[in-house]
Nanobody, 124 residues
Framework: QLQLVESGGGLVQPGGSLRLSCAVSGSDLEFYTIGWFRQAPGKEREGVICESRLGSLSNYADSRGERFTISRDNAGNTVYLQMSSLEPDDTAVYYC?????????????????WGQGTQVTVSS
């Protein structure tokens, strides 16, 4: 059974940076497409960024594709979300999710495996 555990959340000032980690166990990371999602209070869960198991990237939360970066360490079975120039609207619980598919999706319902989430708060 695939398990995902996020870490690295916390409080950061506007304009700051943060790196989240997603440790994967139960199977090899290389077989999975990994997405990062977030959910703010009172809002639906939304896709942030995704990397397919073939290496294709899809950036959903940042139209300029500059503030969020996803990377993976297949040997270490860990995926990272690097966030920069953070804004108060980025405050949310951030989740990593996995699907056994070759392409990304912004839809949370297409990902069967989820971590427990990590809180990111952007505030001065």
């Amino acid at each position: 059974q695939l398990q995902l555990v996020e870490s690295g959340g916390g409080l950061v000032q506007p304009g700051g940076s943060l790196r989240l980690s997603c440790a994967v166990s139960g199977s090899d990371l290389e077989f999975y497409t990994i997405g990062w999602f977030r959910q703010a209070p009172g809002k639906e869960r939304e896709g942030v960024i995704c990397e397919s198991r073939l290496g294709s990237l899809s950036n959903y939360a940042d139209s300029r594709g500059e503030r969020f970066t996803i990377s993976r360490d297949n040997a270490g079975n860990t995926v990272y979300l690097q966030m920069s120039s953070l804004e108060p609207d980025d405050t949310a619980v951030y989740y990593c999710a996995a699907r056994d598919h070759v392409v990304c999706s912004p839809n949370s319902w297409q990902f069967p495996s989820w971590g427990q989430g990590t809180q990111v708060t952007v505030s001065s």
